[in-house]
């Protein structure tokens, strides 16, 4: 692969280029095709889920694999394949995730065992993680400073938009033509990206880019990640005081803590620890995984109200997503643009802000709340996210030296798996200690049939994420007021985490009061053949 430059450590008026290659506009064309094929499939997978399911004859625990086997290979790999980056060139690492996912997503539609789809999501994982980092690095290395916030604003409008479209295509799909489509559409995006990336990207490189790996560090990394992720994923299941959940969260801190330990002993580690001793940087991972505990963990329980409170389609709830994830197509650029000139501090707090006030407009929600309302604070709770994805990213990547700009990008997004799937442990925990604590009080107080134990532990588990336990040939008045119980029970519930995710926001506001301008951002846009 040609068209490599090597990136001086101090700014220089512009980047010398010849033709379209290495063009900053184009680059971010190019790399926001790649980014748009692995954030649609990170929605239009899990409404083809349940089709995937029927047609293979999977078990519930094969098709939860389905999704924690991609989770757990994306978070585990994201920091080590910025490593790959910043080592061996963003624009190779870039184009072998296209590749490889593209290759992973072909085979996954011609699989006939769900044990084939369970492997190459996993693969998908892995490759996704080799794109995201390096799709950051070639941004940071590309755009000089004072146009950098508004490439990565276009960045995260993409991300909205491929997100929000991730439901609707998937539901269509799966609608109109089958569940092996959903994963197909990848491989003619991934040729796309695959061409443009090689005729567009030029491969930048630090002076004193990494010439060597820390292999002990990623093992350690590796396998702390694991378990937290794992815990998280599983906690649900075995609960939080199980002795499982208890071995892999001490796992956790074990290994991060002999991680913290071997960096400060190698010479050239996975992540210098001295990055952290930027309070910027710190603080912006640490929004980062806010961020995304009161956002993700809130929204999973959004998509259960629309669907099984409000009886909406995969597709209609999509629809009604849309005020949220057009506030965040409307809203990236804008903030781009915000925070260049004014720096990321304001725009962030005011944005956390915003996301606190919208999450708790959500923890007002009931069974019966129309469209307006709804719409009304998925917008606010979109514009609230915009200046927070793009300024935090901006925090991380521009507080981080240009020869770490790959390892600052899979921090980036590390932190936002890390977050997402905290949350969603915790809000879920929160959910369910609500619905047992409510559930069997206000199935008695409707003067409904008693319940014997387990009838009554299965129905809460339905009820955790808005099913209403109506038994076959129940007469309709009875479904009724099952149905009712069953929804003010989980809106009850829902109202507790979104609560929770409201106070988390306005905690993230306080950490964004110690964000500012990334101090090496401008190291980026001076480049020389």
């Known amino acids: 692969m ?51 399911q029927k047609d293979l004859g999977a078990s519930l625990a094969e098709v939860q694999w389905i999704t924690n086997g991609y989770l757990l290979a994306l978070a585990v790999s994201l920091i080590t394949a910025g490593k790959l980056g910043d080592r061996f060139g963003h624009r190779q690492t870039f184009l072998i995730g296209i590749a490889g996912f593209g290759l992973s997503s072909a085979v996954i539609g011609l699989s006939t065992g769900v044990g084939l789809v369970i492997g190459f999501r996993v693969a998908q994982g892995l490759f996704g993680a080799l794109l995201m980092p390096a799709a950051l690095g070639l941004l940071r290395a590309t755009f000089p400073a ?71 560090g990623i093992v350690l990394l590796s396998a702390a990640m694991f ?29 991060f803590g002999l991680f913290a330990f071997w960096e ?26 806010l961020m995304a505990f009161a956002f993700m963990g809130g929204l999973f329980f959004v998509t259960f109200y629309l669907q099984n409170v409000h009886g909406m389609s995969p597709v209609d709830s999509g629809l009604h997503l849309l005020p949220l994830t057009g506030m965040m197509i ?23 802000v915003a996301t606190a006030v919208a999450c708790f407009g959500m923890s007002r929600l009931t069974p019966g709340t129309g469209t307006l309302t709804m719409s009304l604070w998925f917008a606010l709770l979109g514009l609230g996210l915009a200046p927070v994805m793009v300024g935090a990213t901006e925090v991380i990547v ?9 390892v600052a990008g899979g921090l980036q997004q590390a932190a936002m798996q890390v977050g997402g799937s905290l949350g ?32 009554l532990a299965l129905a809460e588990k339905g009820v955790q994420v808005g099913i209403a336990p109506v038994p076959p040939g129940v007469p309709e008045p009875v479904a009724r007021t099952i149905s009712t119980v069953a929804h003010e029970t989980f809106v009850s519930g829902m109202s507790t985490a979104f609560t929770c995710a409201a106070v988390v926001a306005v905690l993230a506001a306080v950490v964004a009061c110690f964000t ?3 101090a090496n951002a401008g190291a980026g846009g001076a480049a020389h053949i």
Do not use: Y
């Open 398 to 406: 521009g507080n981080a030296p240009l020869e770490l700009s790959g």
């Open 227 to 255: 378990s937290l992720i794992w815990a998280l994923i599983k906690a649900a299941e075995w609960g939080w005081g199980d002795t499982k959940t208890v071995l892999f969260l001490l796992a956790s801190l074990v290994c």
């Open 264 to 289: 400060t002993r190698v010479a050239e580690p996975l992540i210098p620890l001295g990055m952290f001793r930027s309070a910027a940087l710190s603080a912006g991972t640490l929004l980062m995984v």
């Open 146 to 216: 004072e146009k950098l916030n508004m490439a990565i604003g276009i960045w995260g409008m993409v991300i909205g938009a491929s997100t929000a479209a991730g439901p609707i295509v998937g539901g269509l799909l799966v609608e109109h033509v089958n569940w092996q489509s959903v994963f197909f559409i990848n491989v003619p995006v991934g040729v796309i990206a695959l061409v443009f990336g090689l005729f567009i990207l030029l491969d930048h490189r630090a002076e004193n880019a990494p010439r060597s790996f820390d292999l002990p």
């Open 2 to 52: 040609t068209g490599q430059i090597t990136l001086a450590k101090e700014s220089s008026p512009s980047p010398v280029r010849a033709g379209l290659r290495g063009h900053p506009w184009l680059t971010l064309f190019a790399v926001a095709i790649g980014v748009m094929m692995v954030t649609l499939d990170g929605t239009i997978v899990a409404v083809a889920n349940p089709a995937i």
């Open 516 to 518: 500012k301008r990334g």
């Open 330 to 352: 409307i809203g990236s650029p804008l903030a781009g643009a915000a925070i260049t000139k004014a720096g990321p501090r304001v725009p962030l707090v005011a944005g956390m």
């Open 424 to 455: 969603t442990a915790v809000l879920g925990a929160v959910m369910a200690a609500e619905v047992s604590d409510t559930f069997g009080d206000n199935w008695q107080r409707a003067a409904l049939p008693p319940l014997t134990p387990e009838q």
